[in-house]
């Protein structure tokens, strides 16, 4: 086995797959989106793990970090590991390795939830087992994406992704409504035994789903490049990021998008908080979410397929800006007209209607636009630069809290506002692929 490229830039999955193969491999993707996305909805990071910790902490940082330290998680280790998976000529390994690692952490982490009583001691376990499984998403993150690059063709990528979404979300709906009954006030088992129990469901669902694509048939590269430690891959990246306008603006324009998002999980809050909002409609806005979900991904499916991914993240970034005036304007006007709790909680649905459109486009097509524009020879360096990048920008949107602390929230929202702005006009300029 040389040590050359990780595969030919002229590289096609046919050539070295056969159709069951690939219809196998492409099976495994979905059925592994699907597992993990509905475990997800039942421990869902902005509404559920946000609403658990409130119990726990009024600290508006510590609230504020929990999606910034899931998606720094799954970021921040690509460029440092990317070294490795690109001398490896079978990157399934790395996966199964990173999947234990999970695993365990889950465990461990429903476990606390159920015994341990202790505010404190709660909240140092969480963030310590958070943050590992965090973490351990991004080993096995950049693995994840070679591995789709290697086994499902181009023009499927973002089928694949949307299927992983649709599907997902139809057993997501039936999650959040088993969540909205066992977080409602009138339910028998309180906090936190309800919480308990979503956990613990949590960790069987995610773990199948994690163990399921430990089943994805990958052949090795006859090629790899030569291992090499971390300093050289940011130079690589750096002088990648300045060579290539392509890559460039689709790096600021996913760091827009991140910039945009940060005001989503303080919705509810803020709601519960400032207008006295019914806590029950947690479960209403994942359920909203779920169904919005399960709508939307068929359709930027075939968008993706028929179209372009580019046309499915334009479409995103407008639902995204939309998104931010709804909220804004709830904000602003919400006390001078003088509506009730009730109304102001369902004033909110809509927002994360549009927010689903939002997430989902960008999660049907940016990592599918993201491959199709990384040439093989370069593909691990560049994911993993891109998704390092983002993972300190990610850590940096965790001071959101401090902001709503300091200034409010409407001035999260304006700052979002800016962000979805400068994006929907990034994204115009990115031109598609075709590897």
């Given at each position: ?28 993707g ?5 597992l ?5 909805s ?91 499984s ?28 949307a ?35 979503l ?10 789903a ?7 048939e ?32 689709f ?173 929907l ?11």
């Amino acid at each position: 086995m040389s040590t050359t490229t990780a595969h030919p830039s002229h590289y096609q999955v046919e050539d070295h797959y056969t159709p069951l193969q690939m219809k196998r491999n492409f099976q495994l993707g979905v059925m592994n989106g699907v597992l993990y996305l509905f475990a997800a909805s039942l421990f869902d990071p902005t509404l559920v793990l946000v609403a658990f910790l409130s119990h726990l902490t009024d600290s508006a940082m510590l609230l504020g970090l929990v999606v910034p330290i899931i998606q720094a998680g799954w970021s921040l280790p690509q460029l440092w590991i990317s070294g490795y998976v690109q001398h490896q000529p079978m990157k399934i390994k790395i996966y199964r390795q990173a999947t234990w690692i999970r695993i365990i952490s889950w465990g461990i982490l429903a476990a606390a939830v159920n015994l341990i009583r202790d505010s404190q001691a709660l909240l140092v376990v969480f963030f310590a087992t958070f943050i590992i499984s965090s973490l351990a998403s991004g080993l096995g993150g950049l693995p994840f994406m070679e591995v789709v690059s290697k086994t499902v063709p181009p023009r499927r990528r973002g089928e694949m992704f949307a299927w992983r979404f649709a599907l997902g979300g139809l057993l997501s709906v039936a999650g959040s409504f088993f969540v909205r009954w066992i977080l409602n006030p009138n339910n028998p088992l309180k906090f936190p035994k309800n919480y308990g129990v979503l956990s613990i469901l949590f960790f069987v669902f995610a773990s199948v789903a994690l163990l399921v694509y430990n089943r994805v048939e990958e052949k090795p590269d006859p090629e790899v490049l030569p291992q090499r430690k971390i300093g050289a891959q940011v130079r690589a990246g750096l002088r990648i990021f300045n060579e290539e306008k392509n890559f460039r603006l689709f790096v600021f324009y996913q760091i827009s998008m991140i910039v945009s998002s940060v005001a989503v999980p303080f919705f509810a809050v803020f709601i519960q908080r400032e207008f006295a909002g019914n806590t029950s409609f947690v479960g209403v806005y994942l359920i909203t979410t779920m169904i919005s979900n399960l709508v939307v991904n068929i359709l930027y499916g075939q968008v993706s397929k028929k179209m372009s991914n580019q046309m499915v993240l334009k479409i995103a970034t407008l639902c995204g800006l939309l998104m931010t005036i709804w909220v804004l304007l709830i904000v602003l006007l919400g006390h001078p007209l003088g509506l009730s709790p009730m109304i102001i909680s369902f004033s909110l649905i809509p927002a994360f209607i549009l927010n689903s459109l939002r997430q989902s486009g960008i999660g049907v097509s940016a990592n599918s636009l993201l491959l199709s524009i990384t040439p093989p020879v370069s593909r691990a360096v560049m994911l993993g630069f891109t998704q390092t990048l983002l993972g300190v920008v990610l850590i940096l949107t965790g001071f959101a809290g401090i902001v709503v602390d300091v200034w409010g929230f409407a001035v999260l929202l304006l700052i979002t506002l800016i962000a979805n702005l400068f994006g929907l006009f990034l994204v115009r300029s990115i031109k598609e692929g075709k590897e």
